[in-house]
Nanobody, 120 residues
Framework: QVQLVESGGGLVQPGGSLRLSCAAS????????MAWYLQAPGNQRELVAR???????NYADSVKGRLTISRDNAKNTVYLQLNSLKPEDTAVYSC??????????????WGQGTQVTVSS
């Protein structure tokens, strides 16, 4: 069994910062890509940032320069640093991990989502 546990969401004022974490645990053999998605009210879920095992990253144009994705392979954890937050960043942020469990093929796993609200 594989489990993803997210933390770090909350209420922040415009211009503020948050750091989200997503830790994968369980019977994990190998992790390939790790990513963060957001879903704003009434909208579809969209990719925010992705980081692959070698460390290469890609970001949605709307967040470039404000958000930074990183990972700690020893801890099977992916982070999302959110800076200069705007009210339009308000959304549920979910992590996605493409990994292989022992004796299993690669598959996508999702965290439960964490709410980020940017408001004064």
């Amino acid at each position: 069994q594989v489990q993803l546990v997210e933390s770090g969401g909350g209420l922040v004022q415009p211009g503020g910062s948050l750091r989200l974490s997503c830790a994968a645990s369980g019977s994990i053999f190998s992790i390939s890509a790790m990513a963060w998605y957001l879903q704003a009210p009434g909208n579809q879920r969209e990719l925010v940032a992705r980081i692959i095992s070698g460390g290469s990253t890609n970001y949605a144009d709307s967040v470039k320069g404000r958000l930074t994705i990183s990972r700690d392979n020893a801890k099977n954890t992916v982070y999302l640093q959110l800076n200069s937050l705007k009210p339009e960043d308000t959304a549920v942020y979910s992590c996605n991990v493409y990994l292989r469990g022992y004796g299993q093929a690669y598959g996508n796993y999702w965290g439960q989502g964490t709410q980020v609200t940017v408001s004064s």
